[in-house]
């Protein structure tokens, strides 16, 4: 057995360890590119925008958001750490533990709505097969068993989950049911008419982009938790971007799409049963088998954030951040999910705004010694940009507030680095 420290969160992969091709990491962002949550985000923006806002609003935060994704993935594959690891040479090595306990507090929000989504699918489809009182309809004990499905994957890595499971099965089973899915839209809507329907207003623009790029940007504080078992910089920023662009631009747009088509009622499980209702319910099936994955990447990053803060292995981690998403999931209602999308822009935009600018722009990709416990003007930035993004979110939603706060936060610790004189540290090594 190798020992832990080749997968220790604040030490960098070992060379053996970077297997990671285009192809797999395509493989694997767009299975997290695809799910439930991803259609239910897609429904989010279908009353207030209607199709052809919506499918623009979704197309343009998806392209900007995966550009920030896939050089955020550079960051791993360049310095061989974890998400969290990384951003000690930013923000200084205590300065670094407060976005890995907030990291930690936004995946195991993230995995209890994955169960929770994945819970009321199953529940849905085993009521239309078998009635609502059969014991295959209860949610508890479909949340029992996702949430163990999902614990058992984090625990085996990365590697394993990636090569074994989805290149080979895993990616051309969802390539069939969102083939499906869309065939049936095409067939059975009348999409022409959809098209030039306008919204009712309730959503601003701006505010369905801000949602729509929080799916790829809620990815970035853990995106490099995989590429940094990638090979090179320019497979993990080519297969990271076609990857998530593809799956979630595909199914956001059903979402919209569906919504508008079979569920303009806006009941919480309108678009469940309309998805249930294609495919007598087989691609809502394999787009729920699919749902695993995407908790099994927030319980897993969740314990490599958690590895930085108390001294236990991953795989433990793993298991405690699953237990306690099962417990939350079973307990808790899928609502405030659009706020819920905000609060993580707020945050973590303008951190990676941040980080960012101090990996291309001031450290040139060349990876430096952690230094300084607190790198005072990189936090100022990241809470500056937090504070603007809550003020624009409240007093000029038709603005934005995302891109605005990113890089107003990456300006300021430009500026800040400029007059501390620079990044403050040693060169260590160039990148690879």
Request: proline fraction near 4%.
């Amino acid at each position: 057995m190798r020992p832990l420290t080749q997968y220790s969160p604040d030490l960098p992969v070992s060379a053996d360890r970077r297997v990671f091709g285009a192809r797999d990491l395509f493989t694997l962002w767009f299975s997290l590119g695809v799910g439930l949550m991803v259609l239910q985000t897609g429904a989010l923006l279908a009353p207030g925008l209607g199709l052809a806002q919506g499918v623009l609003a979704i197309a343009l935060g998806t392209l900007v958001g995966v550009l920030l994704l896939a050089a955020a993935a550079v960051i791993g594959s360049d310095t061989g750490l974890s998400a969290m690891a990384s951003l000690k040479t930013s923000l200084g090595r205590r300065g670094a533990a407060l976005p890995a306990v907030l990291n930690l507090c936004q995946l195991v929000g993230w995995g209890a709505f994955e169960l929770i989504v994945m819970r009321d699918a199953a529940s849905l489809l085993a009521a239309n097969r078998w009635g609502e009182g059969s014991a295959w309809a209860n949610p508890l004990s479909w949340t029992l068993a996702f949430g163990a499905l999902a614990t058992a994957l984090a625990a085996t890595g990365p590697l394993t989950f990636v090569r074994r499971v989805l290149r080979k099965w895993g990616i051309w089973l969802l390539l069939g049911a969102c083939v499906w899915l869309t065939w049936n839209l095409l067939s059975e809507a009348d999409l022409a008419a959809l098209w030039v329907r306008a919204g009712d207003g309730s959503l601003a623009f701006a505010a369905g982009f801000d949602i729509a790029i929080a799916m790829p940007l809620s990815w970035l504080p853990l995106i490099a938790d995989y590429s940094r078992f990638g090979r090179a910089a320019r497979p993990v920023f080519t297969g990271t971007a076609l990857g998530f662009m593809l799956g979630n631009l595909w199914l956001m747009s059903l979402g919209v799409a569906y919504t508008l088509a079979f569920a303009p009622s806006g009941e919480a499980n309108a678009l469940l049963l309309a998805l249930a209702g294609a495919g007598m319910g087989v691609p809502l099936l394999l787009i729920l088998l699919d749902e695993s994955e995407n908790a099994f990447a927030d319980i897993h990053s969740a314990a490599v954030s958690s590895g930085l803060l108390v001294r236990l292995k991953v795989e433990h981690l793993a298991v405690a951040v699953g237990v306690v998403c099962t417990l939350i999931a079973a307990f808790a209602p899928l609502a405030q999910y659009q706020n819920f999308l905000l609060l993580i822009g707020s945050v973590f935009a303008p951190l990676f705004g941040v980080v960012l600018v101090d990996h291309y722009l001031l450290r040139q990709r060349r990876t430096l010694d952690e230094g300084a416990a607190w790198r005072g003007g990189a936090l100022l930035a990241w809470v500056a940009g937090i504070a603007l993004y809550q003020a624009l979110a409240r007093y000029c939603p038709d603005l934005g507030a995302t891109l605005p706060s990113l890089i107003a936060a990456g300006a300021l610790h430009l500026g800040l680095s400029r007059v501390l004189s620079g990044p403050g540290a040693a060169l260590a090594e160039s990148p690879r």
